[in-house]
């Protein structure tokens, strides 16, 4: 294991005024997303789409590295040239998602487990030469109705950190994703409580199997109540909260904790960063972002309207969100630059 390097390149994902774009939905997801507002999915068509984003210009001040799906890291911009090379040109580092997604847990009913472990040494390997520097892989933990289950718990961290021993082994800083669901009408104490345990067992499982924790990154859910409970505490107490459990859960050498956005709206997900980031209560690690939604949501929406130039929109629509995200990263954002 290459020490130092997944160090540096940890670090640098996590640098000053600096986040992740996640741009790696599977292509379901991403046929989905283009469906939903009104265009025909397709390879060229996701291909196209985020070439856009990747020509924006100047969101490198912004992003550190861009997430990536296995098609997506073998596409060129619309001049032909990589989309690696694009990215690297640009400073920004190549991550790619190498799960193969999150399946049934047998005999747990609702739960889930995710696989793509088989063939996971080969294929880093293969990402690795391609260019990749950084993975994902997202466990996806359910909250109502005896859920989750301990082995449902057990089985994702055991799962995440074997990922992640194998990730550092071919150079890929692994970005370890155990993602609790807003789904639901818990409140944000049983959200907290269950982040807490997947932590706990994620964090033991990798002590358990030798995972540099200098060389890797968090990507957990912030501590919210579900969606659809009636006690929905204010953006101070998500920053306090979410703070708290992270401060008594990850162990304080990591480099960097990169949030997810799960499916908060555009600006609590900037919000809610930036009340950490103001927060006097020290933390060891560098608090960011790997936003997918909250990066992309108003980009995609403006990339399919009929105006005189979408590619333009779209662009300048992921530019905003990436500069207000950039500024929460440092607690400098305030909803008046919302404009
Ligand atoms: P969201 O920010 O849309 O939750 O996506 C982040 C991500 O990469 C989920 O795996």
Known sequence: MDRQLLEKNARELVSPGKGILAADESNGTMSNRLES????????????????????????????????????IRQCMDDGKPIVQELSERGILPGIKVDTGAKEL?????????????????????????????????????????????ACLSTNAHALARYSA????????????????????????????????ILDLT??????????????????????????????????????MT???????????LPGIVFLSGGQSDEDATAHLDLMNKMAMEHPWQLSYSYGRALQAD????????????????????LHRAKMNSLARSGEWNKSLEG
């Open 299 to 318: 980009a995609l929406r403006k990339w399919s309207e009929d105006s005189e130039d979408p590619h333009q929109a779209s662009s300048s629509a992921f």
């Open 166 to 197: 194998i990730c550092q082994e071919q150079g890929l800083v692994p970005i370890i994703e155990p993602e609790v669901l807003m789904d639901g009408d818990h409140d944000a104490s049983v959200c907290f409580d269950v982040t807490a345990s």
């Open 243 to 253: 703070v708290e459990c992270l401060t008594n859960h990850v162990p304080h050498d």
């Open 37 to 72: 507002v009104g265009i025909e999915p397709s390879a060229e068509a996701r291909r196209s789409y985020r070439a856009n984003l990747f020509s924006s210009e100047g969101y490198e001040s912004a992003i550190s590295g861009v997430i990536l799906f296995d098609e997506t």
């Open 106 to 150: 047998a005999n747990y009913e609702g739960e889930k487990i995710t696989e793509g472990l088989d063939g996971l040494r080969e294929r880093c390997a293969e990402y690795f030469a391609i260019g990749a520097r950084f993975a994902k892989w997202r466990a996806v933990i359910r909250i109502g109705n005896g859920m989750p289950s301990s």
């Open 203 to 240: 964090f033991a499982e990798c002590d358990n199997q030798g995972v540099h924790i200098p060389g890797a990154l968090l990507k957990p859910n912030m501590i919210i109540a579900g969606k659809d409970c009636k006690d929905q505490i204010s953006r101070e107490e998500v920053a306090r």
